[in-house]
């Protein structure tokens, strides 16, 4: 059971994210094409950048009784994607959470005038 921890809890993690998503409409509620190739490029590219980091030896996988076991490749985890999701996620709600509050500064600024 242990085994799934880790994995659960970026799971959860992924979900309150969507949550926050969904409330504030700011990445796939937004635009759903858009928001997924975001992800996904960003995601492609942390795990190519892992790849590269790993082949050169840079990398090495850890062993933890906390995660499943389950690798994509040769020392490459699976937790490491769906962790690379969560962060390409956050930042993404972060830079469209920060536009929409700049927007709306701007707005009530223009207004006050």
């Known amino acids: 059971m242990t085994g799934l921890a880790y994995l659960a809890a970026l799971a959860v993690s992924l979900g309150g994210l969507a949550v926050l998503d969904r409330r504030f409409r700011l990445a796939f509620w937004a635009d759903p094409r858009r928001a997924g190739l975001t992800v996904g490029l960003g995601v ?47 930042a993404l709600l972060v830079w469209r959470g920060a536009e929409h509050v700049l927007a709306a500064r701007r707005a009530r600024a223009g207004g006050d005038a």
């Open 44 to 90: 492609v590219g942390f795990l190519a950048w892992d790849v590269a980091g790993l082949a050169l030896g840079i990398f090495a996988r850890g062993e933890s009784p906390w995660m499943t076991g389950l690798l994509l490749a040769p020392d490459l985890p699976v937790e490491e994607a769906v962790f690379l999701t969560l962060l390409c996620y956050n």
